[in-house]
C-alpha cells in the first residue's frame, strides 16, 4: 500500500487573542488515503474548520500552527514558507468553502475566474484554459457550460455558484479537497444532487477528500472514516460504519442520540445535557467531563487518544467498550 | 402527550362537523415590486411593463385541530415561511380566509380579534435577529403580557421567573442582554417570550435550524416537554425531514407556493403518493445509510417569479405527461387521511 496522500500528526493551531491563548487545534492527527473521504465532524467552535484551513495554510494571525506536522504526499506542509505554499494551493491542494458567495469574485465573469485559476500553476494557452474550464463545468454538471462561462456569478443559483466553486477546485485534478461544510446552505434535493458529483469524482480520479461538516447524516452516506472533534481535538477517529453503529466515546454517543430521525417517533431525544464549553477556559482534563453521563474521578486526568478496539481510537478513560466489542 | 394519542390524532379524518382551531381556505399571498418611476413613464408611453409578481402562497387550504403538531416541509422558496406568518397572524393573506375556531378572523369585533391574535404566537429561526439587543431579558419576555394585562400589579418579577424557568432558564439571568447567552440559552428566551402571552397555537419557523444537533436535541425535546403540560397546538415549518418526522403528528408539504400532498407522518414516511414528496425523501441524507449511490432530483427549483406551467414540478418530474404542463392539479383525497396533487392518481 502506497503512502497516505494526507497525513497530519499532532497539528496544534493555537490563537493569541488578548483574553489568553486559544486552543482551537489541539493535538489532532489523521490520515487520509487516495480516492478516500474523510468526515471530519463537529460542532460550532470544535476545531474543525482551523483544522481545514491550518491544512491549507490559511491561518491568519493572531493564529499559527504552534506544533505537529501536515504530511501531503511526505512533504511537511507546516514548514513550507508562503511561496511554495502558493504553488500547491490550488493547484495540487483544493478547497470549497461553505459560502460559494464568498469565494467568487461577484464583478468578475465566471470564465475570467477560472481562466486565471488555470494560468496561475500553469503555462498553457487561453483558448486550452478555456476548454479546460468548460470540461471542469461539464463535469459538476453544468448544463450548457459554453453558454454558463460567460455569466457572472450572481446569474447563478445557490446550488449552481457551489458547483462552480467545486469545479474550480477540480481545475488541476487535485490530489486533496478540502470541503468545508459546503452543502449546509443548500436545500436537500440540491445537496442530493452535489454529494451525489462529489461522490462520483472522488470514485474516478482518485482524489482524497476532507469533508468538514455537523452534519452526521451527511458523512454516514460519504465518508470512509470520521474523525468526530470536541473542544479542539479529536475525539474518536474510526471507520464511519463502525463508529456510527458503535460509537466508542460518550459524546459521540450523545451526538448520533441527538439525530432526530434515528430515534423512535415522540420520544425525547437523548441529548447531551450542558453546552460546549469556552476555548479560553476549558475544564482541566477531559473537556467533556461536565456534560458526560460516564464521568469519573480519574476524568481530571487528561485521556489520550487510545487504540481501544483494531483500528478505533477514542479519547477517553471509560469508553462504550463492551457494548462497540460485542456486537 | 402519549404515543397513542399521537396515533388518534393521526389516524382521525376531519368530520364535516369538527371545527379546527385555524383553517386556511384558498388562501394566496402575492408580493408584487412596484414600479419605479422610469418603468412608469415606459408604460405610459406604451411599453409592455408589467409588476413582477410572487405568488409566494397559492390557494392553500390547512387545517389544523386543537392539540396537533402539523410539520410544514419545502425547499427554500416554497413559501412555507410566508404560509406560517400568515397563519400566525403577523402577516395579512392578499386572498382568501383565515378561520380561528371556525371564525373569520377578519370580521372578528375588536376584543375577540385581539385575543385570537394574542392566542398564535411565533417563533423564529434566528435567535440572533429575533431579539431586541437593547432590551434586558426580563423586558423581553415580560413586556407583551404586562401589556395585555396578563400580569397582576406586583406581580411580574414572580411571573417572568416563571416563564424562564418553564423555558429552561435560570431566572437568575433575567438583567441580562441576549448576547451574554448562547444560541441554544437565546433559543430559549424566544420560546418564554411566545409562552408568556399564553398562547394555544404556536408556529415555529425553522426554530432549531440555526443550533448544533447536541443544542437542537435539548430545544426540540423542551418543545415536546411543553406540548405535553400547556396542551400546545404547533405549525411546525422546518426543511429537515428528520426533525419533522419525529414531531409531527402529520406533515404538509409544499413546493413553489402550493400543498402537494397531505398526510399522517407514519404515511408520507413509508407511503408517500407525490413525486416530489418521494424524491425529497430520497435526498435526505440519513444517519443509517452507509456509503451509497445519493439518489438525486433533476434539475433546479424554478424561479418562483416565473413559475412552470401546470403541475409546478413537471420540469422536474420522472412521471410527468402531457396534462402535467398545462392543468393544475387539484389536492384531491387519496383516502379519508391522505390527499394529494398529482394527475397520476386520476389515471389509475
Known sequence: ?327 | MSATDAEIYATRSFTETEVPMIELKGVSRRFAKKLDVAAKLARKLGADVKEEVVHAVDHVDLRVRKGEVVGLVGESGCGKSTLGRIVAGILPQSEGQVLWNGQDVATLPGEAARTAKLRRQMIFQDPYASLNPRMRVADIVGEAPQVHGLIKRGGFDEYVDEQMRRAGLDPAFKRRYPHQFSGGQRQRIGIARALAVQPEFIVCDEAVAALDVSIQAQILNLFMRLRRELDLTYLFISHDLGVVEHLSDRVVIMYLGRVVEEAPTERVFTAANHPYTRSLLDSVPRIGNRKRAFATVKGEIPSPLNPPSGCHFHPRCPLAFDRCKVEVPKLKAVDSLHRSACHLNDRA
Open chain 1, 1 to 327: 500500500m502506497s503512502a497516505p496522500t494526507l497525513e497530519v500528526r499532532n497539528l496544534c493551531t493555537h490563537f493569541f487573542t488578548r483574553a489568553g491563548v486559544v486552543k482551537a487545534v489541539d493535538d489532532v492527527s489523521f490520515t487520509v488515503d487516495r480516492g478516500k473521504v474523510l468526515g471530519l465532524v463537529g460542532e460550532s467552535g470544535s476545531g474543525k474548520t482551523v483544522t481545514g484551513f491550518s491544512i491549507m495554510g490559511l491561518v491568519d494571525a493572531p493564529g499559527r500552527i504552534v506544533s505537529g506536522s501536515i504530511l501531503f504526499q511526505g512533504k511537511d506542509l507546516a514548514t513550507l514558507s508562503e511561496e511554495e505554499m502558493r504553488h500547491l494551493r490550488g493547484n495540487r491542494i483544493a478547497m470549497i468553502f461553505q459560502d460559494p458567495m464568498m469565494t467568487l469574485n461577484p464583478v468578475l465573469r465566471i470564465d475570467t475566474q477560472m481562466i486565471e485559476t488555470v494560468l496561475a500553476h500553469e503555462k498553457v494557452s487561453e483558448d486550452e484554459a478555456r476548454q479546460r474550464s468548460r470540461d471542469a463545468l461539464g463535469m459538476v454538471g453544468i448544463p450548457s457550460p459554453d453558454e454558463r462561462l460567460k455569466s457572472y456569478p450572481h446569474q447563478f443559483s445557490g446550488g449552481m455558484r457551489q458547483r462552480v466553486a467545486i469545479a474550480i477546485a477540480l481545475l488541476h485534478r487535485p490530489e486533496l479537497i478540502v470541503a468545508d461544510e459546503p452543502t449546509t446552505a443548500l436545500d436537500v434535493t440540491i445537496q442530493g444532487q452535489i454529494l451525489a458529483e462529489v461522490q462520483k469524482l472522488c470514485a474516478t480520479t482518485g482524489t482524497a477528500m476532507i469533508w468538514i461538516t455537523h452534519d452526521l447524516s451527511v458523512v454516514a452516506g460519504l465518508a470512509d472514516d470520521i474523525a468526530v472533534m470536541y473542544a479542539g481535538k479529536v475525539v474518536e477517529y474510526g471507520d464511519v460504519g463502525e463508529v456510527l453503529d458503535k460509537p466508542l466515546h460518550p459524546y459521540t454517543h450523545g451526538l448520533i442520540g441527538s439525530v432526530p430521525s434515528r430515534n423512535k417517533r415522540g420520544e425525547p431525544l437523548r441529548q447531551i445535557p450542558g453546552m460546549t464549553p469556552s476555548l479560553l477556559n476549558l475544564p482541566e482534563g477531559c473537556a467533556f467531563r461536565a456534560r458526560c453521563p460516564r464521568a469519573q474521578a480519574d476524568c481530571v486526568q487528561r485521556p489520550e487518544l487510545r487504540e481501544w478496539l483494531p483500528a478505533r481510537l477514542a479519547r477517553c478513560h471509560h469508553p462504550h467498550r463492551e457494548e462497540a466489542a460485542a456486537a
